[in-house]
């Protein structure tokens, strides 16, 4: 899973803790933990013209066409190199809108050396109508190359209301038709086996782009597929439940962080520490699941209601700006985990007998607060969604 230490990882640490030297170890948790949540990702985008590129971009990113840092849309060829829009929450993520490949004098190999192929992860080809040579040409030029691709068929919402004005219209038969008619379109380029994802950039929860997410998942190694899923928009209680389980992987490992420092026979040293792990943690699942004001403003936004309304669902969480090491303290005050702190502190005074308890008490500690602010967070993030999703309240007149 996403962020285990490996088995040489754990042997070095088990080395390193039995020599007596726990600050190493604890630097090594923490060199470990900070390259998890660095990690780059980097998609590639690339199709025709107007093929929804853009658009697909700003979905993902959870954006709106006209918001800051969006992509900018249009039926024109607006981008003539490869261009990298920022994720608005985890800066190691990059989606690249990369130029059109629709012209005459298409060459596949220079195409993909000019965008600088080794620079993604994977691409995702992209069309608004049909699949044509040169889709295929580049697929198999990406696949030489030892990357994987996607064909995505994007605007089916543009083809399902153009046919709704026919009388036996029918939305599963169409939808299964545009992807017969892919697939073929494919086949005759010379693709032996396509697998063709049906989206809409203005109604992701729709369609084939879950479909889509759990391929990436099941074809990312553990590293990139933890960043994929916490980049992932908050659109569905699926997705939720995706960050939560991933987050909570990573909790383990930092409890068992703050139980290296607790060992230190330095008095406060521990709950300083702790203090600081919690308050970067909790922000961070804040972050994750929209619980901060730029998110709440941006989705507010998107579904036409009040900032106020959306904030109305949040129960339980703080935002992101509200964890501060004075938030954390005054958590800490309150429950039992503050006494065991106390605790810990006095034990620091007794050299042997400190150490050993305090190790113990620190994991706790840090485990059961990280739970349940998760638990905590992730029940917000699911009553905001609910709120968003809610019919618009009649006007009285």
Request: some cysteine; hydrophobic content about 40%.
């Amino acid at each position: 899973m996403a962020g285990r230490l490996s088995k040489k990882e754990i042997e070095e640490l088990q080395a390193i803790a039995e020599s007596g030297n726990l600050t190493a170890a604890a630097a090594k948790l923490q060199e470990k933990l900070e390259s998890l949540e660095n990690i780059p990702l980097d998609i590639a985008i690339t199709g025709e013209s107007g093929a929804g590129k853009s658009s697909f971009i700003n979905a993902i990113l959870g954006l709106h066409d006209d918001d800051e840092g969006a992509a900018e849309t249009g039926v024109t060829q607006k981008t003539m190199e490869p261009k990298a829009y920022q994720h608005p929450r985890l800066r190691n993520v990059k989606l690249w809108d990369l130029p059109g490949i629709g012209t005459p004098n298409f060459q596949a190999d220079k195409y993909l050396n000019q965008v600088k192929f080794n620079n993604y992860d994977f691409f995702i080809i992209v069309t608004a109508t049909r699949f044509t040579s040169h889709h295929t040409t580049l697929a198999r030029a990406i696949h030489k190359l030892g990357k994987r691709f996607y064909y995505v068929r994007s605007k089916v919402d543009n083809d399902l209301k153009a046919e709704q004005r026919k009388r036996n219209f029918n939305e599963e038969r169409t939808l299964q038709e545009i992807r017969e008619d892919c697939v073929e379109n494919l086949r005759e380029a010379g693709e032996a086996s396509p697998r063709v994802f049906l989206l809409s950039s203005w109604k992701l929860t729709e369609y084939d782009f879950q479909l889509l997410q759990e391929t990436l998942e099941n074809e990312l190694d553990d590293q990139k597929r933890h960043i994929f899923i916490l980049a992932m928009p908050n659109i569905s209680a699926k997705i939720l439940e995706k960050k939560k389980a991933e987050l909570q992987e990573h909790i383990s490992k930092v409890a068992l962080l703050s139980c290296a420092i607790g060992a230190l026979p330095f008095p406060g040293l521990s709950l300083i520490c702790d203090v600081g792990i919690l308050v970067v943690h909790m922000e961070r699942y804040c972050l994750a699941f929209g619980l901060d004001e730029e998110s709440l403003t941006r989705l507010a936004q998107q579904v036409d209601k009040p900032v106020a309304e959306l904030k109305s669902a949040i129960k339980k969480s703080p935002l992101a700006s509200a964890i501060t090491k004075k938030f954390i303290l005054t958590v800490l005050s309150r429950s039992l985990c503050g006494a065991l702190m106390v605790v810990e502190l006095i034990l620091n005074f007794v050299p042997v007998l400190g150490s050993l308890a305090g190790g113990g008490i620190s994991f706790v500690t840090t485990y059961y607060m990280l739970q349940s602010f998760l638990d905590e967070a992730a029940e917000d993030a699911q009553n905001i969604l609910t709120k968003a999703l809610e019919p618009k309240a009649k006007k009285s007149i």
